[in-house]
């Protein structure tokens, strides 16, 4: 891979910058520098931004609407993005449920559902761990039992993302209970009104509540909300979470968070000496950025390889792993960077209480986002299960 950008990508690079600078609205880059809570309103407010411009669905080929760029073009405005303290773009519905419909829904379903994504009419939710169900997700308990046309669907989905705010979420269901878990999933599309769906919030150690418990009594969906095949679910799953692992690497996230290690560790004194000359701390963020500068690179190798039609393997579960090493790393030295600087907590530096944000400021969020990403080895699969992907996967382990 030749590593050199060319005129061109450089010319994308500062067409980038320069929608940043003139479009991205000042307070939000400024809430997601100070790692305050974004208001839905907020993150629809992005949303309809980057869909003026063209430049929301990003990884879409351009018949469904998309801006069908190419993996540097991503990565570029990914890096830019993150530096300039852009929303994170939320994924649900555009790089997760997207691709699936893309690929295995029907026309129907595309040329309804995906146009209702990009004008943010729908906010999708994800359903699919369940409270005996996380990284072994193929023991599932809920149940979608067809009546006519349609499913009764019945259980509880837990840890869902931003739920509070979603009106659609695509679940794994089970409709067959007689044959291997793998083959009796079904994925379905449902309206969050309906009756007999109850969302609870879950409080973080962070105190924000941005995931949820999704409770199914008696829902009613349409069968026509069914993507693909009955009891082909797992195979649609398993497209979705390669994307969902591999967006979870988050480099330019990353590459954000070490350049602002960098600058409170530059003010920070240890030893009467800034704490960036400290032969052991500067070892430490050394590290962190070639590691980055590593996985940055098989992102890019990873994503062309998506761009040319073929789904991510077990490179998405490298990815997942070494990308939120990398991004607790950071937020480790964040931590340690900040020091008493970091102790205002949720209500202090989260909620925007001008009294209590420290010098740097920068400082402020450190330890809740700390304590909020260790969730990130977790989800979306855990990285132990992504280890054993990668051993049986790639290195010849037991079946």
Same mark, same amino acid.
Not at 37 to 50: C, G, P, Q, V
Not at 219 to 242: D, F, I, Q
Not at 354 to 382: M, T
């Given at each position: %891979?030749?590593?050199?950008?060319?005129?061109?990508?450089?010319?994308?690079? *500062? *067409?980038?910058?320069? &929608?940043?600078?003139?479009?991205?609205?000042?307070?939000?880059?400024?809430?997601?520098?100070?790692?305050?809570?974004? =208001?839905?309103?907020?993150?629809?407010?992005?949303?309809?931004?980057?869909?003026?411009?063209?430049?929301? /669905?990003?990884?879409?080929?351009?018949?469904?609407?998309?801006?069908?760029?190419?993996?540097?073009?991503?990565?570029?405005?990914?890096?830019?993005?993150?530096?300039?303290?852009?929303?994170?773009?939320?994924?649900?519905?555009?790089?997760?449920? /997207?691709?699936? !419909?893309?690929?295995?829904? =029907?026309?129907?379903?595309?040329? #309804?559902?995906?146009?209702?994504?990009?004008?943010?009419?729908?906010?999708?939710?994800?359903?699919?761990?369940?409270?005996?169900?996380?990284?072994? !997700?193929?023991?599932?308990?809920?149940? @979608?039992?067809?009546?006519?046309?349609?499913?009764?669907?019945?259980?509880?989905?837990?840890?869902?993302? !931003?739920?509070?705010?979603?009106? %659609?979420?695509?679940?794994?269901?089970?409709?067959?209970?007689?044959?291997?878990?793998?083959?009796?999933?079904?994925?379905?599309?449902?309206?969050?009104?309906?009756?007999?769906?109850?969302?609870?919030?879950?409080?973080?150690?962070?105190?924000?509540?941005?995931?949820?418990?999704?409770?199914?009594?008696?829902?009613?969906?349409?069968?026509?909300?069914?993507?693909?095949?009955?009891?082909?679910?797992?195979?649609?799953?398993? #497209?979705?979470?390669?994307?969902?692992?591999?967006?979870?690497?988050? +480099?330019?996230?990353?590459?954000?968070?070490?350049?602002?290690?960098?600058?409170? @560790?530059?003010?920070?004194?240890?030893?009467?000496?800034?704490?960036?000359?400290?032969?052991?701390? @500067?070892?430490?963020?050394?590290?962190?950025?070639?590691?980055?500068?590593? %996985?940055?690179?098989?992102?890019?190798?990873?994503?062309?390889?998506?761009? @040319?039609?073929?789904?991510?393997?077990? *490179?998405?579960?490298?990815?997942? +792993?070494?990308?939120?090493?990398?991004?607790?790393?950071?937020?480790?030295?964040?931590?340690?960077?900040?020091?008493? #600087?970091?102790?205002? &907590?949720?209500?202090?530096?989260?909620?925007?209480?001008?009294? /209590?944000?420290?010098?740097?400021?920068?400082?402020?969020?450190? /330890?809740?986002? #700390?304590?909020?990403?260790?969730?990130?080895?977790? &989800?979306?699969?855990?990285?132990?299960?992504?280890?054993?992907?990668?051993?049986?996967?790639?290195?010849?382990?037991?079946?």
């Amino acid at each position: %891979m030749d590593l050199s950008y060319t005129d061109e990508e450089r010319a994308f690079r *500062e *067409e980038v910058r320069q &929608f940043l600078t003139e479009k991205l609205p000042s307070e939000l880059s400024e809430k997601v520098r100070r790692g305050q809570e974004l =208001s839905k309103d907020d993150h629809e407010r992005w949303h309809a931004i980057l869909n003026d411009q063209g430049w929301l /669905a990003t990884n879409w080929p351009k018949e469904f609407g998309g801006a069908a760029w190419n993996a540097v073009q991503r990565h570029i405005f990914e890096e830019e993005a993150a530096a300039h303290h852009a929303p994170r773009i939320v994924p649900f519905g555009l790089s997760m449920l /997207a691709p699936v !419909l893309q690929k295995f829904g =029907s026309k129907e379903q595309q040329d #309804y559902w995906l146009p209702r994504i990009l004008s943010g009419e729908d906010w999708w939710c994800q359903g699919y761990s369940e409270p005996g169900a996380g990284s072994d !997700l193929a023991s599932l308990k809920t149940t @979608a039992v067809k009546d006519g046309d349609h499913y009764i669907v019945n259980g509880q989905k837990t840890w869902t993302t !931003l739920g509070q705010h979603a009106n %659609m979420i695509f679940c794994l269901v089970r409709t067959d209970k007689d044959v291997k878990e793998q083959e009796g999933i079904s994925f379905l599309l449902i309206d969050m009104e309906t009756p007999g769906i109850t969302v609870r919030p879950i409080i973080l150690l962070d105190g924000g509540a941005e995931v949820n418990e999704v409770f199914f009594d008696n829902v009613k969906v349409p069968a026509e909300n069914l993507v693909g095949e009955e009891n082909k679910g797992w195979t649609y799953a398993k #497209y979705l979470l390669t994307h969902e692992r591999t967006n979870i690497a988050g +480099v330019g996230f990353s590459q954000a968070g070490l350049s602002a290690v960098k600058r409170i @560790a530059k003010s920070e004194m240890a030893g009467g000496r800034p704490l960036i000359e400290n032969p052991h701390f @500067a070892a430490r963020v050394a590290q962190a950025e070639i590691d980055l500068m590593a %996985m940055a690179t098989t992102n890019l190798r990873i994503i062309s390889k998506a761009a @040319a039609g073929q789904a991510p393997g077990v *490179e998405s579960s490298m990815l997942k +792993v070494k990308g939120t090493i990398i991004r607790q790393e950071i937020n480790d030295l964040a931590r340690r960077a900040a020091g008493v #600087y970091a102790m205002p &907590f949720a209500s202090e530096a989260v909620a925007g209480s001008n009294d /209590a944000l420290p010098d740097p400021n920068e400082a402020g969020p450190v /330890a809740a986002q #700390y304590f909020n990403n260790r969730k990130l080895s977790i &989800f979306g699969g855990s990285n132990e299960i992504q280890r054993q992907i990668i051993a049986k996967t790639t290195l010849g382990g037991a079946k």
